[in-house]
């Protein structure tokens, strides 16, 4: 039973270059959610969707985009990588938007 | 928008000293969660609170939702080494948002 998986683990980028970060999930939930963890900000809220084919805006969406085109997956797309999008990312999802949310084990990314 | 504030951002204690963070957001909340996340990892669900004025206990921990369903507090009883982590409460308000607040690090010695 794997959970949330995410894809990488680690990546380095320079300042420009694209990257896709990809979130997986096996439980059959409807809601996914992309966070950013940063020291002493907490976690931010990026993109989320509450289903399949849909997207939303988090707190921080500038300079992210992501896409749902199936249930199980969550997609989070860098166009130009910046400095300041240097940070731990994480994936979360849950059932409904009542209910626990799973999270993934983290993607550690730095843009230099 | 919906922010959601805790504090205290750090806190260190002695073993077996209690501990509590505060939660308050800026939104009446339809539901507060608690999460633990230990050094390097990722954050773990402890529990929802639903209920205006709800209290629930996990062993040396109390939960509680304020009446206004604004704020939330955790307590820890007699804090133990395994205690050290980040706490974070997370919310939502009238959208689907699941925003999570700036956390309490504890770090507990032995």
């Known amino acids: 039973n794997a959970g949330v998986t995410q894809t990488p683990k680690f990546r380095v980028l320079k300042t420009g270059q694209s990257m896709t970060l990809l979130c997986a999930q096996d439980m059959n939930h409807e809601y996914m959610y992309w966070y950013r963890q940063d020291p002493g900000m907490g976690l931010r809220l990026i993109h989320y969707?509450?289903?399949?084919?849909?997207?939303a805006k988090g707190e921080v969406p500038d300079g992210y985009n992501v896409s749902r085109l199936k249930k199980q997956n969550f997609l989070l797309g860098l166009e130009s990588a910046a400095p300041s999008q240097t940070s731990v990312y994480f994936c979360?999802?849950?059932?409904?938007?009542?209910?626990?949310?799973?999270f993934g084990q983290g993607t550690r990314l730095t843009v230099v | 928008g919906q922010q959601v504030m805790q504090i205290p951002q750090y806190q260190h204690v002695q073993e077996g000293e209690d501990f509590t963070t505060y939660c308050n957001s800026s939104t009446t909340l339809s539901n507060i969660q608690w999460y633990k996340q230990r050094p390097g990892g990722h954050p773990v669900f402890l529990i929802q609170?639903?209920?205006?004025?709800e209290v629930k206990k996990q062993k040396r921990l109390t939960f509680q939702f304020g009446e206004a369903k604004k704020n939330s507090s955790l307590h820890i009883t007699a804090t133990q080494t395994t205690d050290v982590g980040t706490y974070f409460c997370?919310?939502?308000?009238?959208?689907?948002?699941?925003?999570f607040g700036t956390g309490t690090r504890l770090q507990v010695f032995p």
């Open positions: 979360a999802s849950s059932l409904t938007g009542n209910t626990e949310a799973f």
């Open positions: 609170l639903v209920k205006s004025g």
């Open positions: 997370a919310g939502r308000g009238a959208t689907d948002k699941l925003i």
């Open positions: 969707s509450v289903g399949e084919g849909t997207t």
